[in-house]
C-alpha cells in the first residue's frame, strides 16, 4: 500500500513564521527593527507566532491520561531542550562579560535579578519563551481534557490574557501568555475538525472569506498581538479577531490548495526547532564579538544585508547534527517507533 502524499501546507507556514522570526531579530541587533516599511510587515504578520500553538491543535490526537508519562513525555520533548537550548546562550552570552564589561566600564546591556523568575528566556537565548510556553500549555490541556466539556472555558482566555496584560502582566515566567496560546491551541483542533466534516471545495470558500476579512479588518481597525509580550496594541477586539481569521483562512487556503513543496521554504518549516533554538546565541557571539573589537553592528544595514543569508545557511548547516542531540532537538528514539518531526508533533 503506498504512503499518503505529504501535504506542505503547514511545512509552508512554518518556514514563513521561522523566517520572519529570524529576520526581526536580526533586525532587532542591528536596530532597524522600528523603520516604516519593516513595521509595516509586523503589522501584516503578528500572528504567526501564535500560528505555532493552532498548529499543534490542528495536528494534536489526544493528550493522554497517565499524568506521569505525560509529563515526562512533554518534558523530554519540551522542557529539557529548553533548558539546554537555554543554558547554551547563556554561556555564549557571559563568556563576554568579563571582556567587554572592562572594556566599556560596564556590561553593555542592563542586567536583572528579577528576570530569574519572571521571564522565561534566558539572557543569551531570549526567544526559548517560546518552548517553556508551549510546555506549560500542553500541561493546562492536559488537565483541562480531564473534565467533560471544560474545554469551553478557553472561549474566555483572550480575555483573560488582555486582563493580566491591562495588570501589568504579574503572572511568573512569561506565563500571562499562556491562556491565549491554550485558546489558538483549540483554535487549531476546531479548525481540523471543520477540515475533515466539510468538503475541500467548501473550506476553500470559506477560508478565501476569513482571508479577506483578515485584509478588511486590518486595513480599517488594526490591532496587533505580541505574544512574546503578552502585548496587546491598536484595536484589541480585532488583533485577536484577525489572527483567528488569518490562521484559519490562510491555513485553510493551502490545505484545500493541490500539495506542492516549496523547497527551501518547507526545509526550514520542517526542521524550524533547529532554526529556532540556535539562532538568537549565534546573534550574541556576532554582536559580542564585533564589541570586543570596538565595531559596533547598530544601525547598519550593512550587517542586515550580511546576517540574514549567514544565519540561515548555518542554522541549515546545523540541522543534521542538532536533530540527532535528543535534549537540544527533543526527538528521543522510542523503541516502538520512529521519532516524530517537530512539525507534526501532538
Known amino acids: 500500500m503506498g504512503t499518503r502524499e505529504r501535504n506542505h501546507a503547514f511545512d509552508i507556514l512554518c518556514g514563513i513564521c521561522i523566517i520572519r522570526m529570524v529576520t526581526l531579530h536580526i533586525m532587532g541587533f542591528c536596530g532597524k527593527d522600528k523603520v516604516d516599511w519593516w513595521l509595516d510587515i509586523m503589522q501584516w504578520s503578528y500572528f504567526f507566532m501564535s500560528f505555532f500553538f493552532f498548529k499543534a491543535g490542528y495536528f494534536n490526537k489526544g493528550t493522554g491520561s497517565n499524568d506521569k508519562e505525560y509529563l515526562i513525555d512533554r518534558s523530554k520533548r519540551l522542557l529539557i531542550p529548553y533548558l539546554s537550548a537555554g543554558l547554551i546562550g547563556a554561556a555564549i552570552y557571559f563568556s563576554f562579560y568579563p571582556h567587554l564589561s572592562a572594556k566599556y566600564k560596564g556590561w553593555v546591556e542592563p542586567l536583572r535579578v528579577e528576570h530569574i523568575w519572571t521571564n522565561s528566556g534566558f539572557y543569551g537565548n531570549g526567544p526559548v519563551w517560546f518552548l517553556f510556553s508551549f510546555f506549560c500549555m500542553y500541561i493546562l490541556v492536559h488537565y483541562i ?109 493551502l490545505l484545500t490548495a493541490p500539495s506542492f513543496r516549496i523547497p527551501g521554504l518547507c526545509f526550514i518549516g520542517q526542521h524550524s526547532m533547529v532554526y529556532f533554538i540556535s539562532h538568537y546565541p549565534m546573534l550574541y557571539f556576532y554582536r559580542f564579538m564585533h564589541l570586543s573589537f570596538g565595531r559596533s553592528i547598530y544601525n547598519r544595514w550593512e550587517e542586515v544585508v550580511i546576517l540574514i543569508p549567514v544565519v540561515f545557511c548555518i542554522c541549515s548547516w546545523f540541522v543534521p547534527y542538532i536533530e540527532k542531540i535528543p535534549w537540544l532537538s527533543g526527538r528521543w528514539k522510542s523503541a516502538t517507533q520512529p521519532p516524530v518531526p517537530l512539525n507534526e508533533r501532538n
Not at 487549531?188 to 478565501?208: A, E, N, P
Not at 478588511?216 to 484595536?235: D, L, Q
Open 145 to 253: 481534557e480531564k473534565i467533560k466539556h471544560l474545554h469551553w472555558i478557553v472561549v474566555s482566555f483572550p480575555l483573560i490574557s488582555y486582563l493580566l496584560w491591562k495588570w501589568g502582566n504579574p503572572l511568573w515566567m512569561s506565563a500571562n501568555n499562556l491562556f491565549i496560546a491554550t485558546f489558538f491551541f483549540y483554535l487549531g483542533r476546531f479548525w481540523h475538525v471543520l477540515m475533515q466534516r466539510y468538503t475541500k471545495k467548501q473550506m476553500r470558500y470559506l477560508s478565501i472569506v476569513l482571508t479577506l476579512a483578515f485584509i478588511s479588518i486590518n486595513f480599517m481597525i488594526p490591532g496587533k498581538y505580541v505574544m512574546s509580550y503578552n502585548e496587546f496594541s491598536g484595536n484589541h477586539f480585532t488583533a485577536v479577531l484577525d489572527a483567528i481569521f488569518a490562521l484559519c483562512g490562510l491555513s485553510g487556503l
